[in-house]
């Protein structure tokens, strides 16, 4: 599996973006798919994720805010940052395949896009 994140860039706080997730090679339709970000000198954390029957997860600093969704039928995934605030600036990385008992941890996830850059300016 082949992932390709996209829709990243420069923002004022309060603003909003969506970034994609386009998958190649296999259909995601039974993936848990989730979104990470990682901040210059942090740790990669979680941001959200769905399963293949559309429940959602979120961490609690997005909850409110971002929206993940899916679209099986176009093998994408997306994520909705509404009301965006500097402490969000981070590259934001697609995943697939993640474990149900796992799916807020990196090493729950099989396969990884190469990110996309989120910029906030206060």
């Known amino acids: 599996v082949q992932l390709q994140a996209s829709g990243g860039g420069l923002v004022q706080a309060g603003g909003s973006l969506r970034l994609s997730c386009a998958a190649s090679g296999r259909t995601l339709s039974t993936y848990i798919m989730g979104w990470f970000r990682q901040a210059p000198g942090k740790e990669r954390e979680f941001v959200a994720a769905i399963t293949w029957r559309g429940s959602t997860y979120y961490s609690d600093s997005v909850e409110g805010r971002f929206t993940i969704s899916r679209d099986n039928s176009k093998n994408m995934v997306y994520l909705q940052m509404n009301s965006l605030k500097p402490e969000d600036t981070a590259v934001y990385y697609c995943?697939?395949?993640?474990?149900?008992?796992?799916?807020?941890?990196?090493?729950?996830?099989?396969?990884w896009g190469q990110g996309t850059q989120v910029t906030v300016s206060s």
């Open positions: 995943a697939a395949d993640g474990s149900p008992y796992t799916l807020v941890t990196t090493e729950g996830y099989e396969y």
